[in-house]
């Protein structure tokens, strides 16, 4: 009797078995969004649609005086041709739009700079004529104006209109 109450009172010091603790793999998430990148596409004022982040670099259209180009960069960038322009000159719109997970920067003809975040678009002419610089944007966009005194640069978003001369 007193061997068997010894058992009880002190446990064995054999060593403890050990059991494997498992871990469950982690969960896939299914609307996971890949991280951004310079993504757009480019909607020409004849309706055609140029992709921007798989556009090879160099020039990518002309339309009447106003070249379009892609820089090493990714960046793109309007310029005049060495042409005159006149205000008689057709005005050519433009739309970039960048989608979810995207962003792009571009250089307006005037000099102004823009930087388009996710799910946003710019619609601009690809040369300012008259007495105003006017571009439509939706999203969130950030501009560096090239300053003009004289041609005051609007930005028109769904609710609200801002004017500038010039700014960050």
């Not at 921007?52 to 106003?66: E, F, K, P, R, Y």
């Not at 005049?80 to 962003?103: A, C, H, L, M, W």
């Not at 028109?156 to 209109?161: G, H, I």
């Amino acid at each position: 009797l007193l061997v068997t109450a010894t058992v009880f009172l002190f446990p064995s010091s054999s060593p403890k078995k050990e059991t494997a603790k498992t871990t469950a793999p982690l969960p896939v998430l299914k609307n996971d969004i890949a991280p951004g990148g310079n993504k757009a596409l480019l909607t020409l004022a004849d309706g055609s649609i140029i992709i921007l982040d798989s556009a090879a670099n160099g020039t990518l259209s002309t339309q009447g005086n106003i070249k379009i180009e892609k820089l090493d960069n990714g960046l793109l960038v309007y310029t005049i041709n060495g042409k005159s322009i006149t205000e008689n000159d057709e005005v050519f719109y433009n739309t970039i739009t960048t989608p979810r997970g995207g962003q792009y920067q571009i250089t307006l003809s005037d000099g102004t700079k823009v930087w388009l975040n996710a799910a946003s678009s710019i619609r601009f002419p690809v040369l300012f004529t008259g007495k105003e610089r006017r571009v439509i944007v939706t999203g969130e966009t950030y501009f560096e104006v090239a300053h003009n005194q004289a041609m005051p640069f609007k930005i028109k978003a769904v609710t609200s209109e801002v004017e500038v001369v010039g700014t960050h």
